[in-house]
């Protein structure tokens, strides 16, 4: 009967270390099967996870994702962490892939929307022109100094060199727009359906709208 014991427990140990065995190779193997899109939005909320820490903010605080865009074999990420204090930013991850695995390479800084309906922040990469913002629903009308409900739904952008870019953004609360230039932006368009809800031209020359950024390193543990 005790040999019968014994066999019983050498025979779960075993089970034990191959189940073990077993699930440390399905984790891997699940890592390799991950997309490079999936390990990216991953790091990106792995990111506001460590903030959180860091900061010691409460759990309540909420981590959003507005919109994704792919430039050739990288990826850009518009999200934010929302702490309810002091005015609000949005956050551009430009993740690369390095040595097969997706890694945060920079971070810029977006305002986000205060009167008017959106914000408009731009950065350059490379050869492109990267316009991000987040959306709201309500916008304030400086001609007739009421707030007016907005629904937009497409975001135009039009270059000096005549480079014209679109992005629907209809139901989202964020848009990325790559444009294809570095050339100065003349125009902005706004649409809600059919109807053009705001046109931004005048403004521009002056840089009163748009919001300049760059991107910074992000380190790991930063």
Request: with cysteine; proline share 0%; hydrophobic share 40%.
């Amino acid at each position: 009967m005790k040999k019968i014991v014994i066999y019983y427990m050498l025979l779960i140990v075993y089970i034990v270390l191959i189940a073990g065995c077993t699930m440390n190779d399905s984790k891997g193997t699940q890592e390799n099967l991950d997309t490079f899109s999936e390990q990216a939005k991953r790091i990106v909320l792995e990111h506001y996870s460590d903030e959180l820490i860091e900061r010691n903010i409460e759990l309540k605080q909420v981590i959003s994702i507005f919109a994704e865009a792919d430039i050739e074999n990288e990826k850009l990420i518009l999200g934010s962490l929302y702490s309810g204090m002091g005015q609000e930013h949005c956050d551009l991850f430009h993740v690369i892939e390095d040595k097969g695995q997706a890694t945060i390479h920079g971070l810029a800084i977006g305002e986000e929307p205060i009167s008017m309906g959106y914000s408009l922040n731009i950065v350059l990469l490379g050869d492109k022109t990267v316009i991000f913002g987040t959306l709201s629903d309500t916008n304030y009308d400086y001609e007739n100094d009421v707030i007016k409900d907005v629904d937009y739904t497409e975001i135009e952008v039009i270059f000096s060199d005549g480079t014209v870019e679109k992005q629907n953004i209809e139901n989202q609360d964020g848009y990325i727009l790559v444009g294809a230039t570095t050339s100065k932006i003349v125009k902005i368009i706004l649409y809600e359906g059919d109807t053009v809800s705001d046109v931004l031209d005048e403004l521009l020359k002056y840089d009163e709208i748009i919001n300049s950024v760059d991107f910074s390193k992000v380190i790991d543990g930063e």
